[in-house]
């Protein structure tokens, strides 16, 4: 069997495993704590907040067959929110949805974490662990293998292994960086596929907020989207209120400082909201600098097979978490086809 190596934890890298798991030496190499990539949950100080990912959608029958099998089915629960429009100046109005809308329970990082917890024995997963850069081992012979090493701290890599085959489901602008000396023959189309930056505001309040909306988009403004976090299936009932910025708005000002950042958000929150500010004992701030995508790069997934390297994510076909289920999976079955060849 070939060893393959998975960076990422998230969507895209757990339909992959999924498929691969018992066709080669799979390993999972995530550089964050936990797992769930964008699919994030935060707690603080008795507080709850799903500060990437709100919810997801399920329209291929491939997916549908996915979150139908019993591990992720048990991690699943579809989510009916109270929705509307605010914009300031203007009459709220109620929306609806009009089809099934899911959410990962108990948190949104549940659906990846248990269902890569399902193939222990037959992958092997390091978290809290970044993939710094690749060499490749010159047999003078085809197949090539790969040395992958750490990111460099204080002047020191080490060496996380080697493998036949290094499949990047990273942003597609971490991919271009990592692949970057490899002759990975689809670094043009890295370079085409873009991302839009966003911050997640994280508010805690002594007190249930008094709103007539679950979810709310947000017109003209500086926030795009505000969520009441418990009102999502299994989540604890504490007062978390998160809110997502505006992406064009969060690519203007995402090297601006943090904590003015912040208080901009958390005063247009107080301002869209009638809420009083007294009654925040609690916020934070993260900013995704890979938020959505922008502009795809319009394939299921980049494969080099010369080079034995590829990329697979969301921005493949478009930004949902669907998107990166399916690109993964795609990418896995043909990677199937090739192990057996």
């Not at 009441?228 to 910025?245: E, F, I, M, Q």
């Not at 034995?308 to 978490?321: E, V």
């Amino acid at each position: 069997m070939q060893d393959v190596l998975i960076i990422g934890t998230g969507m895209a890298a757990t339909a992959l495993a999924n498929t691969l798991a018992d066709k080669a030496r799979v390993t999972l190499i995530e550089k964050s704590r936990g797992f769930g990539g964008r699919m994030a949950t935060r707690r603080r100080e008795g507080f709850e907040f799903d500060h990437g990912a709100q919810f997801f959608t399920a329209r291929s029958q491939a997916f549908q067959q996915f979150l139908a099998r019993p591990v992720e089915g048990a991690c699943i629960a579809e989510w009916q929110p109270r929705l509307t429009t605010l914009e300031a100046g203007r009459a709220p109005y109620k929306r609806e949805w009009f089809e099934p809308h899911f959410v990962a329970t108990p948190s949104m990082n549940s659906l990846c974490k248990e269902s890569l917890k399902a193939l222990e024995g037959n992958v092997t997963i390091h978290l809290g662990c970044e993939v710094g850069s690749l060499e490749k081992i010159d047999s003078g012979a085809a197949p090539c293998r790969w040395r992958v090493f750490s990111k460099q701290t204080d002047n020191r890599q080490e060496i996380l292994g080697e493998f036949d085959w290094v499949l990047s489901t990273a942003p597609s602008a971490q991919a271009s960086t990592l692949f970057a000396n490899t002759n990975f023959s689809h670094l043009t189309r890295l370079h085409d596929a873009k991302h839009l930056p966003c911050f997640s505001l994280m508010l805690g309040l002594n007190a249930p907020p008094k709103l007539n909306f679950d979810l709310a988009t947000v017109k003209e403004s500086s926030i795009a989207l505000i969520v009441a976090n418990a009102s999502k299936p299994r989540r604890g009932a504490t007062h978390s209120l998160l809110v997502h910025s505006d992406n064009r708005w969060a690519r203007e000002n995402f090297d601006a400082d943090r904590a003015e950042i912040e208080q901009q958000l958390i005063d247009a929150s107080c301002s869209l909201l009638e809420l009083d500010a007294a009654s925040i004992v609690h916020s934070d701030l993260h900013g995704w600098r890979y938020a959505k995508t922008e502009v795809p790069a319009d394939e299921d997934f980049l494969l080099d097979e010369e080079s034995q390297l590829a990329a697979c994510g969301d921005w493949c076909l478009g930004g949902r978490i669907e998107d990166a289920f399916l690109s993964g999976q795609r990418l896995g079955l043909s990677l199937v086809k090739l192990l057996n060849s």
